[in-house]
């Protein structure tokens, strides 16, 4: 999955004069320093290594080495594309609760060229709380990312912190259930029917790890 982060001191200021100066210092120190770092000191026996900055519940680094494979590159592009909607839903529209795809997000998808799907085939549902999207024929995004690729040389790759038996185990033992209208949450078991006793409305179950995204 690729994920678009927001770093600043708020979330009217991220990207934004100082903060994005320093975002973009901070990516080029550690990419500067890890091949310094190889050759002072391991010999510059170390590969080529891949190094994101995201959240990580308790720690200030972590380490995985099978965690990111290749992807093929219209279909990151498209995702980075679907997460940029949400982006600027956020700063100019009016997002819904975390991880909704609500119907303003799915008309910006349609206007630059990507279809919401809920299903990854035509026809799907445009809103809900799992939508993923199809790449509209001719339309704005395909011809953006022809252009693109026609410039710039692209590896991408994908999060397979996903994959595997063990993450489909812990997903299926805890499921996010939010309230549409108050939004506070609650945590049970898949095909849990829940409801709020504030607000006597059910509670609708999100995505797994309640990603604000593509799924």
């Known amino acids: 999955m690729y994920t ?26 550690l ?15 170390l590969p080529a290594c891949l190094i994101t900055m995201q959240r990580h519940k308790g720690a200030y680094g972590y380490f995985s080495g099978d965690r990111f494979a290749s992807r093929p590159t219209a279909g990151t592009l498209s995702t980075l594309a679907h997460e940029m909607c949400h982006l600027w839903q956020h700063h100019s529209g009016t997002p819904s609760r975390s991880g909704y795809h609500n119907k303003e997000w799915a008309a910006k998808m349609r206007a630059i060229g990507l279809i919401p799907t809920d299903t990854g085939e035509a026809g799907g549902k445009e809103t809900g709380q799992k939508v993923t999207h199809m790449v509209e024929p001719g339309g704005k995004f395909e011809k953006a990312c022809a252009a693109f690729l026609a410039k710039h040389s692209t590896v991408l790759y994908q999060d397979r912190a996903g994959e595997g038996d063990a993450r489909r185990k812990k997903a ?22 829940l409801v709020c006793g504030d607000c006597d409305r059910p509670m609708q179950a999100a995505t797994p790890d309640d990603s604000d995204g593509e799924t």
Do not use: I, M
């Open 4 to 29: 678009l982060y927001q770093r600043g001191v708020g979330p009217a200021r991220a990207y934004r004069g100082q903060a994005e100066f320093q975002w973009k210092d901070a990516e080029g120190s």
């Open 31 to 45: 990419d500067a320093a890890y091949p310094h770092f190889n050759r002072a000191l391991f010999a510059g026996q």
């Open 172 to 193: 299926a033992s805890k499921t996010k259930y939010p309230c549409p209208d108050c939004e506070q949450n609650a945590w049970a078991k898949p095909d849990t029917h």
